[in-house]
């Protein structure tokens, strides 16, 4: 079974400073990969970034960034120079095998509420 | 593209009413999902689909019953409609069963069951 843990139900973090969302995951499959989502107050669901098992170097994309530590099973992710428009739900998750028949499911985890002060 | 769609938006039920939700993806993707979304349990998922014709049970599938019967639409019904099945629900799509591919999701329909 998979499991991902997000241990911070909320965080704040002053505009133009970075800010680091923690998730753990468990999991003994070999290959899996590691996704980040933003939901905002209007609800929808955003992808922000990925990160496979297998990857040697860190996922980046744009302020975003994935710090992997494969062996400690993390996979925080990284905000750099926040601004307003982050404020939002923050969601881990994992594809993983699904017990049998290849990646087919996703685990999530239970989100962190960020919120971006002026 | 539309992406993912999911009609309605918004429904309210009375306990033991009946409703079906509809998702729709304009991508071509194998895989479909519905999830539920309570306060503080992030997303469950309740039931999917591999591919056109096929279905398998989630995290949470009592209650629910889906269908794909064309291979762009996933159904989610509810029979009998409790109280616990207040939430929103996302639809989501993916590409294939490779690990790396990330799921894009529908916009959430919000479900309550007075």
């Known amino acids: 079974a998979q499991k991902i843990t997000q241990t911070q139900p909320g965080m704040f973090v002053q505009e133009k400073e970075a800010v680091t969302l923690d998730c753990t995951y468990d999991?003994?499959?070999?290959?899996?990969?590691l996704f980040w989502y933003k939901q905002p107050s209007s609800g929808e669901m955003i992808f922000l970034i990925y990160?496979?098992?297998?990857?040697?170097q860190n996922a980046t994309e744009g302020r975003y960034s994935l710090n992997f530590q494969k062996a400690r099973k993390s996979a925080n992710l990284v905000i750099s120079a926040s601004q307003l428009g982050d404020s939002a739900m923050y969601f881990c998750?994992?594809?993983?095998?699904?017990?049998?028949?290849?990646?087919?499911?996703?685990?999530f985890g239970t989100g962190t509420k960020l919120q971006v002060i002026p | 593209n539309a992406g993912v769609t999911q009609t309605p938006k918004f429904r309210v039920l009375k306990t033991g009413q009946s409703m079906t939700l509809l998702c729709a993806q304009d991508?071509?993707?194998?895989?479909m999902y519905w999830y539920r979304q309570d306060p503080g349990m992030g997303l469950r998922l309740i039931h999917y689909s591999v591919g056109e014709g096929t279905t398998a049970k989630g995290e949470v599938p009592d209650g629910y019953n889906v269908s794909r019967l064309k291979k762009q639409n996933f159904l989610l019904g509810l029979e009998s409609a409790a109280p616990s099945q207040t939430s929103v629900y996302f639809c989501a799509s993916g590409l294939d069963s490779s690990p790396y591919n990330e799921q894009f999701f529908g916009p959430g329909t919000r479900l309550t069951v007075l």
């Open positions: 991508m071509n993707h194998e895989y």
């Open positions: 998750a994992m594809r993983g095998l699904s017990g049998g028949g290849g990646y087919q499911k996703v685990t």
């Open positions: 990160q496979g098992s297998y990857d040697q």
């Open positions: 999991t003994s499959d070999p290959s899996y990969g």
